[in-house]
């Protein structure tokens, strides 16, 4: 058995001390750290924050050769058990690596876990040793045997299910339910002590309780012990999945409070993160696709499927907040109009597939820059609408000896193949599904529901093919109602104000600001004789019908631009770009979803079914 060992070496230097031990070692025993983390998709050289490694077999030292950036060779003399030693730099607050202060500790096993090359599918022994007085540990590894704080001796079957289980370390709030005949654990960081755990707790069973029916119904869940680690602070948000327990970050204020039972709109956020990542419990950590099996942790993993494994994901977070109460059809028809802005907000949904977005998540989606939104469309939002698009399609076709299409039908013929997946697989999924052509409004032309299907989903996810979201949603009985945009968004351009200042963080591919001359960067200082501090002065002095002079800094040099009447520009009156900016560019309307007041025939009962009001 490989065994590991980490403890705390010094909490203020933000340092473990990790020891390896393998018995029977190579003549040349090759070891390496994972680049990446599976569920965050960007080459994070964790390799970075190691401390030369020290080896040695009976006391004697080992030479240790370095082979790349994350890989080592260590010469051995015989079979007696190796010995590794390093110390590991913790102090990334994320879900995504390592951290360790005074306070509490956390860990990724990949950020902290040499592999063993060729034995990486035996079993591992985990050894958490040496942590400050009365700090605690919580981990869905099996425990093997350990203390009533946690500290001794766990297990996992094989490398990468020991890295696939964080850690969390500390004085920490710790609550607990039973669903299902599953026990989750729920440990906060950081919490403020009027924090209302059992109302968290309760609110969470809700979710579990459901999710656990929609994968296995009556029978036995994939699992026996879930855990979520919560880290409270002072502002971030953010969530990793794991096969048995999720890592989270959350802004204090987002918490429950003891005495304020109001449902506020960042404790509905917290409350779609811990959706999301238990969802993935099964969409992506079991249900996954086939470029994941295995991984490989020493470079990206590239796959066209990130639509559907977080995009259909972010569909079914809210999903199952409305399905369980926690939110109502008005609050969730709120959050996905907020959803279709921000897609619709986006120019490079016409120049970059969703399937394509997912390809390029480790060089594009995760390294954002002033460029973003015209260099790739998100797939967790994108990927979204189109779960919602064909979850809406599904529905409005007539039932098949009694049973009505869905896309949870979908989601469940996938899932009882219990194997990687691939395109074609969710295609046929559809269309076993539906079992019949597609609506006839939908991008098809073949005459048999397999090929019809394949077709839709080619169409939605491989081409920049606008969704048809308002006609589905008209035929579920939701209006889709248009008004004109904030001024900055109709200028195309995105604006951050600090300490009175107000500046452009990007621009918009085919908008008036990039025809003006606007650049990410500039600080805008008046606009005619009026001095800009705030977003709502440029709304305040705009005059829409003439044409104004807009001063900004560029580099610390003071130019005068001009900024077209808008009147002239919606009648087309402006230049050929500017006039084309609502087709191809970020959209000058936002968008509003509202229960259709005249709802078109079956309309109603569709809706009734799909928001269960």
């Not at 669903?179 to 919490?191: I, L, N, Q, S, T």
């Not at 604006?495 to 003006?516: D, I, P, Y």
Request: proline share 5%.
């Amino acid at each position: 058995m490989i065994q590991h060992r980490i403890e705390v070496a010094d909490a203020h230097a933000h340092r473990y001390l990790v020891t390896l031990k393998v018995d029977r070692p190579t003549q040349v025993q090759r070891v390496s750290l994972p680049v990446w983390i599976p569920g965050s998709y960007l080459v994070r050289e964790f390799a970075r924050h190691l401390s030369p490694l020290r080896a040695s077999q009976q006391g004697h030292a080992c030479e240790v050769t370095a082979v790349d950036k994350c890989t080592w060779d260590i010469h051995c003399q015989g079979s007696a058990a190796l010995t590794v030693q390093y110390e590991v730099y913790a102090f990334d607050t994320s879900v995504r690596a390592a951290f360790l202060d005074s306070r509490r500790g956390f860990f990724n096993g990949t950020s902290v876990f040499l592999k063993v090359e060729g034995r990486d599918e035996e079993p591992q022994q985990l050894r958490i040793a040496n942590l400050p007085k009365g700090w605690e540990v919580a981990t869905a590894l099996k425990a093997v045997k350990v203390t009533r704080a946690g500290t001794g001796d766990y297990e996992a079957p094989s490398y990468d299910d020991l890295v696939d289980h964080p850690v969390e370390l500390g004085t920490f709030w710790r609550g607990a339910f039973t669903a299902r005949g599953v026990k989750h654990e729920f440990v906060v960081a950081g919490a403020p002590a009027d924090f209302d755990g059992e109302r968290l707790l309760a609110d969470t069973r809700k979710i579990v309780e459901a999710q656990i029916q929609f994968w296995h119904g009556k029978r036995k869940c994939a699992f026996d012990h879930y855990v979520f680690m919560l880290n409270a602070v002072e502002d971030g948000y953010g969530g990793l999945e794991h096969r048995r327990s999720t890592a989270l970050i959350c802004s204090r204020k987002d918490l429950p409070r003891v005495g304020n039972g109001a449902k506020s709109d960042a404790y509905v956020t917290l409350l779609g993160l811990i959706s999301h990542e238990y969802f993935h419990t099964w969409n992506v950590k079991r249900l996954k696709p086939a470029e994941f099996a295995p991984y490989d942790f020493t470079g990206e993993n590239h796959t066209r499927l990130l639509w559907f494994f977080e995009g259909f994901t972010s569909y079914y977070d809210d999903q199952f907040l409305l399905r369980t109460g926690l939110i109502d059809a008005a609050t969730y028809l709120k959050l996905l109009g907020k959803t279709i802005n921000q897609v619709w907000s986006t120019p490079g949904r016409h120049e970059y597939s969703v399937a394509q977005a997912s390809f390029d998540a480790w060089t594009r989606y995760y390294r954002p820059d002033e460029n973003s939104a015209n260099a790739t469309v998100s797939y967790y939002t994108k990927g979204s609408l189109v779960a919602l698009a064909l979850d809406l399609s599904l529905r409005q076709l007539p039932p098949v000896e009694g049973h009505q299409p869905t896309l949870d039908g979908v989601m469940l013929k996938l899932w009882q193949l219990a194997r990687p997946i691939t395109h074609a697989d969710i295609a046929k999924a559809l269309a076993d599904e539906a079992q019949q052509l597609p609506p006839k409004d939908l991008p098809f032309q073949a005459r048999n529901a397999s090929g019809a299907w394949a077709e839709v989903l080619h169409a939605w996810t491989e081409t920049t093919v606008e969704l048809p979201l308002p006609q589905l949603l008209l035929g579920a009985g939701v209006a889709w109602n248009a008004k004109p945009a904030p001024l900055a968004q109709r200028l195309g351009v995105r604006l951050s104000e600090s300490a009175g200042t107000l500046k452009v963080q990007a621009v918009m591919r085919h908008s008036v600001a990039e025809q003006m001359g606007l650049s990410a960067g500039d600080e805008l200082l008046a606009l005619d004789p009026w001095r800009l501090r705030k977003v709502e002065d440029l709304q305040t002095w705009h005059t829409p019908k003439a044409d104004q002079r807009l001063l900004i800094s560029r580099d610390q040099i003071v130019m005068t631009l001009t900024l077209p009447a808008l009147d002239a520009q919606a009648q087309g009156k402006g230049s050929r770009r500017a006039a084309s900016a609502p087709m191809m560019g970020a959209s000058i309307e936002l968008i509003q979803l509202l229960p259709a007041t005249n709802p078109e025939p079956g309309a109603t009962q569709l809706r009734q079914a799909w928001l269960r009001a």
